[in-house]
């Protein structure tokens, strides 16, 4: 069964940073467009970030541009998000999803109306506190 696996989750105090890893199970990433998202109790799933199957293209969303990077190892099968100065509105479970195709030829979007169907992960919790 193909899974998408997170880790690399857990208790930070603010202002620190986390490496949030997605891997998977029975299958290779290689070919695979993913994005990170989160979502915070009370609050609707929120698109974070995405990046092509060969890395050249990233995106962002306004809410973590210039503090999130992501990033991707092909060889290790894994894709990454370095989250730095967090702060508790952070503070969110953690998800990755992959997908197959991408509504705009050559890039990715991490809008989430395009990920409803595809392979998501089962999340990993993110908690900044102090």
């Known amino acids: 069964q193909w899974q998408l696996v997170e880790s690399g989750g857990g208790l930070v105090q603010p202002g620190g940073s986390l490496r949030l890893s997605c891997t998977t199970s029975?299958?290779?990433?290689?070919?695979?467009?993913v994005a990170w998202f989160r979502q915070a109790p009370g609050k609707e799933r929120e698109g974070l970030s995405c990046?092509?199957?060969?890395?050249?293209?990233?995106n962002y969303a306004d809410s973590v541009k210039g503090r999130f990077t992501i990033s991707r190892d092909n060889g290790k099968n894994t894709v990454y998000l370095q989250m730095h100065s967090l702060n508790a509105e952070d503070t969110a479970v953690y998800f990755c999803?992959?997908?197959?195709?991408?509504?705009?030829?050559?890039?990715?979007?991490?809008?989430?109306?395009?990920?409803?169907?595809?392979?998501w992960g089962q999340g990993i919790q993110v908690t900044v506190s102090s």
């Open positions: 999803a992959a997908t197959l195709s991408t509504p705009y030829p050559g890039m990715c979007t991490w809008e989430v109306k395009y990920w409803r169907s595809r392979l």
């Open positions: 029975g299958f290779s990433l290689d070919s695979w467009i």
């Open positions: 990046i092509t199957s060969s890395g050249s293209n990233r």
